[in-house]
């Protein structure tokens, strides 16, 4: 394999593109997010991949496309625990399959007739048509017909040998229109999982994926250290979830390790405290630790316990059992991988050790989703539930997603009361705020609603 940076800024974490076949970074050109290096992996003829290179960085996120999918998946063991976010798009692990994959008779068909004529026929249907792919060409690979050979003769012979290998991936996204790999044996392959249907032909719009699949953290930070001051005044709806999760402490397995004042209890998120004064008011002796990724700590929390740090790769660093208690209260969602976490969290945690969460499922915040176009991709219930059962030490207490609605005169208000709050922190892109209230308030005589879905999780370590 090889591999080229198309944005290197010296950030900590990076955004790894495992490409297609007969590609090189050229296509990838322009391609930027902020607080992430990208690079781009490709030409499968030799699958060894050289990691050294990647290690670093604090955080790798993976975006796999077409028979990327595949090389993804054979190179996971080697990125190791850094990984977080994992994104398939256009692609299945069994890349050469006559149900999961691109049907074999046209895989060897491909081999057999390849020439500059077909690879040109073939980055067209690629391309979904004949204007995306005149831009493509401006772009387009510079790779011989002998080596596009070489490399698709080797991804058949790998590709039987590698079907299982490697973990889920976070989302698996399917191309509606791919004249690729069928889209069909697309949904086969995914069977089951959290896949997500977008109208979009074989090559997809890669800064459109990168910007809505992966956080920009250092804009998280910002917008809610800068909404610190009003943050209480304005998050009833954060209230009362800090609410009933202090609730579910009370059940007498969390209760007794609260009341332990021998035991570690660490809070992921602690923003203003809303969750932590709940839990010491209710159990003054608990020692409670605090990670938030807002440079300091909040009033009326002990700076002494308190860590500035992106939990999420913080987590991939605690030592195993260390933690008898973690609880965290609408933090997740702006983690590239919640699954992953929990997976590290139930490693940190001792046996019989509990995680008392809560995140948001897929209907959270829709309204402002459907206005501006843009929102964080969320799993529900059911699908947290299957995740949960494939972790070999997780024993599941409960997993319950509810939903609650706060009404605002008007969507003005229901806007500075994103801003005030730091949910707004999903974009940089200046956004009208007037044509974004017009769509989520179409009638101005209704009042503006904004649907919040809490999803709680329970879950013990297996003793």
């Given at each position: ?11 900590p974490?990076?955004i790894l ?8 970074e ?13 690079a781009?992996v490709?030409?499968y003829?030799?699958?060894?991949f050289?990691?050294?290179?990647t ?14 999918v ?7 063991a ?5 990984v977080?976010a994992r994104i398939a798009?256009?692609?299945?692990p ?6 999961a ?14 020439s ?11 391309c979904g048509?004949?204007?995306?792919f005149a831009?493509f ?8 017909v002998?080596?596009?050979?070489a490399?698709?003769k ?9 079907a ?9 996204i399917v ?7 069928p889209?069909?044996n697309q949904r086969?392959?995914f ?12 090559l ?6 990168i910007?809505?699949?992966?956080i ?15 943050y209480?005044?304005?998050?009833e ?12 402490l ?5 209760r ?5 004042a ?10 203003t405290g ?6 010491l008011?209710?159990h ?8 938030d ?20 790769t913080?987590?991939?660093e605690t030592?195993?059992g260390?933690?008898?208690m973690i609880?965290s ?6 983690f590239?991988?919640p ?10 945690l001792r046996?019989g ?9 897929r209907?959270?915040?829709h309204?402002?989703?459907?206005a ?14 299957e995740?949960i ?8 207490v409960?997993?319950?997603q509810?939903?609650?609605?706060c ?10 009361h ?5 949910v707004?922190a ?6 009208n705020?007037r ?5 989520l ?6 009042p503006?609603?904004?649907?919040y ?5 329970i879950?013990r370590?297996?003793?």
């Amino acid at each position: 394999m090889r591999h080229a940076y198309v944005s290197r800024t010296g950030a900590p974490r990076l955004i790894l593109i495992f490409a297609g076949w007969g590609m090189d970074e050229r296509p990838f050109a322009g391609l930027v997010r902020a607080g992430y290096d990208i690079a781009v992996v490709w030409d499968y003829t030799d699958m060894t991949f050289r990691h050294e290179w990647t290690e670093g960085y604090g955080e790798v996120c993976v975006l796999a496309w077409s028979m990327g999918v595949m090389a993804a998946q054979l190179c996971h063991a080697q990125l190791g625990p850094r990984v977080t976010a994992r994104i398939a798009v256009a692609g299945t692990p069994r890349p050469v399959d006559d149900t999961a994959g691109i049907p074999e008779a046209i895989f060897r068909a491909t081999l057999e007739g390849l020439s500059e004529q077909s690879v040109a026929r073939f980055m067209r249907r690629m391309c979904g048509g004949a204007g995306a792919f005149a831009v493509f060409s401006s772009r387009a690979p510079q790779r011989s017909v002998e080596s596009l050979r070489a490399e698709l003769k080797a991804i058949g012979e790998r590709a039987a040998s590698c079907a299982g290998t490697g973990p889920r991936f976070d989302h698996y996204i399917v191309a509606a229109r791919d004249a690729i790999f069928p889209p069909d044996n697309q949904r086969a392959a995914f069977e089951g999982m959290d896949t997500i249907e977008s109208d979009i032909p074989h090559l997809p719009d890669f800064q459109k994926i990168i910007d809505g699949f992966f956080i920009d953290k250092t804009l998280v930070a910002e917008r809610f250290s800068a909404a610190r001051p009003s943050y209480d005044d304005h998050a009833e709806p954060q209230k009362l979830i800090a609410d009933y999760l202090a609730g579910l402490l009370a059940d007498k397995d969390t209760r007794a390790i609260l009341d332990d004042a021998r035991a570690t209890v660490l809070e992921i998120g602690c923003g203003t405290g809303l969750l932590s004064r709940r839990v010491l008011d209710m159990h003054p002796a608990a020692r409670l630790a605090y990670w938030d990724i807002a440079p300091y700590a909040p009033e009326g929390i002990d700076p002494a316990a308190y860590t500035a740090c992106d939990a999420e790769t913080h987590m991939a660093e605690t030592a195993a059992g260390a933690t008898d208690m973690i609880v965290s209260a609408s933090t997740m969602q702006w983690f590239n991988s919640p699954e992953r976490f929990v997976e590290r969290a139930l490693r940190s945690l001792r046996p019989g050790g509990m995680l008392v969460l809560s995140t948001f499922g897929r209907r959270n915040m829709h309204e402002t989703a459907s206005a501006s176009g843009v929102g964080l991709h969320l799993a529900d219930a059911a699908v947290w539930r299957e995740a949960i059962a494939a972790m070999p030490e997780a024993e599941p207490v409960e997993v319950r997603q509810v939903e609650m609605q706060c009404r605002f005169a008007d969507a003005m208000h229901a806007l500075r009361h994103l801003s005030r709050t730091g949910v707004n922190a999903i974009t940089r892109t200046a956004a009208n705020a007037r044509a974004i209230a017009s769509r989520l308030q179409p009638d101005p005589a209704a009042p503006c609603t904004l649907t919040y879905a809490p999803l709680f999780i329970i879950i013990r370590k297996k003793p």
